[in-house]
């Protein structure tokens, strides 16, 4: 019954910003981990960044580290990226996602993707 809908997605210029939202469904939002996820073409889907249900506790990929933030707000259901110095390679479909185990355990949802494209 949980559901995941992605928004802010969109084209920006290399070196510029997006923040995606992720709005959750659900009473418990706030006992998950959630995270992001993203696919860009010709690849496998690979991990972005989790947060703890507190929001205490956070990992990111390598490749976005300084530069992509998650955070979320558990009065809202939300869950947010921000994500800045974008690059052509951050080109992917983003994936909101929930994970009912630990912060280091996969995906048990997802959402739909919202798309993000990086291109001067």
Request: hydrophobic fraction near 30%; charge should be positive.
């Amino acid at each position: 019954q949980v559901q995941l809908v992605e928004s802010g997605g969109g084209l920006v210029q290399p070196g510029g910003s997006l923040r995606l939202s992720c709005a959750a469904s659900g009473s418990i939002f706030n006992i998950y981990t959630m995270g992001w996820y993203r696919q860009a073409p010709g690849k496998q889907r690979e991990l972005v960044a989790r947060i703890s249900s507190g929001g205490g506790i956070t990992n990111y990929a390598d490749s976005v580290k300084g530069r992509f933030t998650i955070s979320r707000d558990n009065a809202k259901n939300t869950l947010y990226l921000q994500m800045n110095s974008l690059k052509p390679e951050d080109t992917a479909v983003y994936y909101c996602t929930l994970h009912r185990g630990s912060i280091t355990t996969g995906p048990s949802s997802w959402g739909q993707g919202t798309q993000v494209t990086v291109s001067s």
